[in-house]
Nanobody, 127 residues
Framework: QVQLVESGGGMVQAGGSLRLSCAAS????????MGWFGQAPGKEREFVAAINWEGAVTYYAASTKGRFTISRDNAKNTVWLQMDSLEPEDTAVYFC????????????????????WGQGTQVTVSS
């Protein structure tokens, strides 16, 4: 079991930056792949980024590659999402997700392939 708590959301102007944190509890964090998803009002939850258990492998959605960076520190039981060059289209509730496995899920962009979820943190980007 992994419990996840997101923080770091807020309001920012276009072009700005935010750093989201996901604090995990439970003894399996260091062996779990982790991911971030965003859900805009009226839309489905969409994949943003993922990282494997040791941080050696990362994967990004096409819309965020080059602007967002996912990282983790297993000693701190924390995964981060550094969001730069934010656009109004990035406005969403961002959710942290954990897998029961250390490698990225086979269908990493599908929310149904992730096993544990946090409650989410709101990110609002104004133009």
């Amino acid at each position: 079991q992994v419990q996840l708590v997101e923080s770091g959301g807020g309001m920012v102007q276009a072009g700005g930056s935010l750093r989201l944190s996901c604090a995990a509890s439970g003894r399996t964090f260091s062996t779990s792949a982790m991911g971030w998803f965003g859900q805009a009002p009226g839309k489905e939850r969409e994949f943003v980024a993922a990282i494997n258990w040791e941080g050696a492998v990362t994967y990004y959605a096409a819309s965020t590659k080059g602007r967002f960076t996912i990282s983790r520190d297993n000693a701190k039981n924390t995964v981060w999402l550094q969001m730069d060059s934010l656009e109004p289209e990035d406005t969403a509730v961002y959710f942290c997700a954990a897998s029961s496995h250390g490698t990225l899920p086979r269908m990493v962009e599908e929310s149904t392939h992730w096993d544990y979820w946090g409650q989410g943190t709101q990110v609002t980007v104004s133009s």
